[in-house]
Every structure is written in structure tokens, then in C-alpha cells.
């Protein structure tokens, strides 16, 4: 009896033990369920949360975005009506610069040719002047001066910031010089032609015996005259027959190879122009000449005929054209701003101070390049930073004939 209640309380102490047992691993359980719960929880508010705070902030850059736009679309409007404003006041600067022109810049010996210059001494040499007149006849029998710029066409952009574009005066055709140096140009039938054309593509290409060194060639009568120049010579004027595609002439020019006639185109060494009175030459001796010099030359030989100190400064100057045997040098800024024509030079002396306003181009794009003038049509054809530019001149007579 006493073995059998042995086993019997052996029996209930195990079970009672495995119960506590089982017990406590379902409490432990139930924690451990518990706390997953209170992070599932903690995750779910959290993201929640985020949730919210990436509306909000959708929300206010929705707001912001649209406060810009309606801000970029004030902003934009102010702009228009500034730009519309600037073109009104440079019209009217335009308008008051042609009616009351300051003086341009002229030298103290240009003035010989004005009344009362000489005084008392007048009619004392009187008979010397006279004589002085049958030394010295007119190189230019021209009367005309430019009095204002008419109108301004931009025809398109093509090529380089820099180049040149011209027409022969006794043709329809018109050549283009892209860049600042080649072996090649380009021939168009007409500006039209140009005109319409995609870039330079259409045209006829002119391959030249040699390399052109700056924008300053110039088409006169069927012959393109172009600089030709290499490392340490001297400049070489010449002359391009373009019907027979072969070169007729040379000429030596006595300048430094490092001397430009333009300081804010260093690239032209000389400039070549072509006007009512034949072919002209601009240029500079050497680098410390601070002088812009003008020589005429013989279309038919390219002799020089006569060399001219123009007084004209170097120093900021952009371009320069020749009109009916007057200069006229066109000047700018480093930062480009308004071009403007600020120092004349007659051949004859026949322009005072007083007849030469100082002209304003109209605010384009940057800095002309090259100004070609066409004496056939009155005509400026301008290369302004790729842009090829029309400017129809106004012309009057000369005080002085």
C-alpha cells in the first residue's frame, strides 16, 4: 500500500510541475505577441505620419510652384514691357541723335576748310590758296554724305560670329566670308537667293589659289580683292578675276605682320573698300601707330595713288566704311553696347565738324565684324555676331562743294 501512494504523489508532483512549466512558456508567448503588437502598432502610426507629412509637403510645393509660375508669368511680363520701353527710348534717341548730331571727333587741321579760319590772313593769301587748289585737285568728285540710317533689315544668321558678306555693285551677286580666315567663299545669285537658303548650302563655292586672312575683302567690278598673309611677311593685296577664276594681280603692303587697323577686331590686319570712287585700303603702319591710315588704290594695277593720316584712333574701334571718299570708322566698347560712327575723314576736306553727326546704329546683337558699302544701292551690309545685316543710308550734299 505505502509503494502505491508513492508513485501516486510522484505522479501529481510531476504533473504539477509540467503544468507551471507550459504555464510560463504561454505567458512568455503571449508577451512576446504583445510587444510585436506594440510595434505593428508603432509602425503603422509612423508611417501614417509620414504619410501626412508627404501630402503636407506635396501640398506646399504644389502652392510654391504655383506661386513661382504666376511669379515667372509676372516676371515675364515686366520684361516684355521693359524690352518695349528700351526699343521706344532707343527710337527716340535715334530721332533726337538725327535731329541735334554732336560733333564728331575731329583734328584741329580739318578745320582749314571753314570760313574765318584764317583771318586777317585771308585775303592776304588769297592768290596762294588759289594756287594751292590747282596743286591739289580732288581725288573724290563725289558730293554726298550720309546723313542718317534710313532702315535696318536682318536677312538671317548664318556661319561664324564673324565674317563678311557683300555685294558686287555692277551685279546681282552677293559673296560670302565666313569666319576669320579660309581658301574658301561663297557665291550667291542674289540676296534673295541668300536669303532663302539653309545656311551656306546652295551656293557656289569659290576656292581661292590662296588663304584669306580677315573679314576686309571687297568685290568691285567682277574682281575680288582679298589680304592675303603669312607668318612674318608683309600684307598681299589681291586681286581674284571671278569670272576666269585666276589671280590677275599682287601687291605688297608695307605693314607689320602684328599690326591690326581695328583694336576690337584684331583679326583685320587691312581693310579693303569699295565706294563710288574706286577701291580704298584701310590700315595701320605698326602696332604703336595709334592712327587709322587710308590709301587709294588702282583697282586696274593696285598702285597706290595716294596715303592719307586719318586721325582717326584706333582704340575702340569696331569697322570702318568709305562713302563717296569720306571715312567713316565706327567705334564700340569692349562689353559690346550701341555701334556708332564718331570720327569722319574726307579726302577733300570738304566735311567740317559741324556736317558730320555722329551716327548710332541701331542695338543689335553685339559688334559688327565688317560693314561693307554698296554704292549701287546706297546700301550697308553688316555681319553683327553671325546676324547679316541690311542698313539703307540717307544721304545729303556736302557743305562745301
Known sequence: MKPVLVLLVSTAWTLTGAQYYYQGLMDYLENRLLAIEDRMQFWHEQSHRYHTELLDFK????????????????????????????????????????????????????????????????????????????????????????SGIRSVKILKRVGSPKGMW??????????????????????????????????????????????????????????????????????QVVKY?????????????PVESHATVYNLNPEIVADLAADDEGLWLLYAISDSEPNINLAK??????????????????????????????????????LASRSRVQCVFDVNDMVISEEAPLLYFP??????????YNPEERQLYGWD??????????????LLV
Open 59 to 146: 501640398k506646399l510645393t504644389a502652392e510654391t510652384m504655383d506661386g513661382l509660375r504666376k511669379e515667372h508669368s509676372m516676371l515675364f511680363k515686366d520684361l516684355e514691357g521693359a524690352t518695349v520701353r528700351v526699343d521706344r527710348v532707343e527710337r527716340e534717341m535715334d530721332y533726337v541723335e538725327t535731329q541735334t548730331s554732336p560733333r564728331a571727333c575731329t583734328n584741329k587741321a580739318d578745320k582749314v576748310v571753314e570760313r574765318g579760319v584764317w583771318g586777317l590772313e585771308e585775303s592776304r593769301e588769297e592768290e596762294e590758296d588759289e594756287d594751292w587748289e590747282e596743286l591739289q585737285p580732288r581725288v573724290s568728285d563725289c558730293v554726298e554724305i550720309i
Open 166 to 235: 557683300t555685294r558686287d555693285p555692277k551685279s546681282s551677286r552677293v559673296y560670302v566670308f565666313n569666319g576669320t580666315s579660309g581658301d574658301v567663299i561663297y557665291q550667291f545669285n542674289s540676296v534673295r537667293d541668300f536669303s532663302g537658303s539653309p545656311g551656306v548650302t546652295g551656293s557656289r563655292q569659290i576656292r581661292l589659289p590662296s588663304e584669306w586672312n580677315g573679314p576686309g575683302g571687297a568685290v568691285y567690278n567682277g574682281y575680288l580683292y582679298y589680304i592675303k598673309q603669312e607668318a612674318d611677311t608683309d600684307v
Open 241 to 253: 578675276d571671278l569670272l576666269r577664276g585666276s589671280v590677275t594681280d599682287t601687291a605688297m603692303f
Open 297 to 334: 588704290m588702282d583697282p586696274a594695277t593696285l598702285d597706290i595713288e595716294q596715303i592719307w593720316d586719318t586721325r582717326c584712333p584706333r582704340e575702340n574701334a569696331e569697322a570702318a566704311f568709305v562713302v563717296c571718299g569720306t571715312v567713316y570708322v565706327v567705334y564700340n566698347t569692349r
Open 363 to 372: 542695338r543689335r546683337y553685339g559688334a559688327h565684324a565688317s560693314l561693307k
Open 385 to 398: 555676331d553671325g546676324y547679316q545685316i541690311i542698313y539703307r543710308l540717307t544721304m545729303k550734299r556736302k
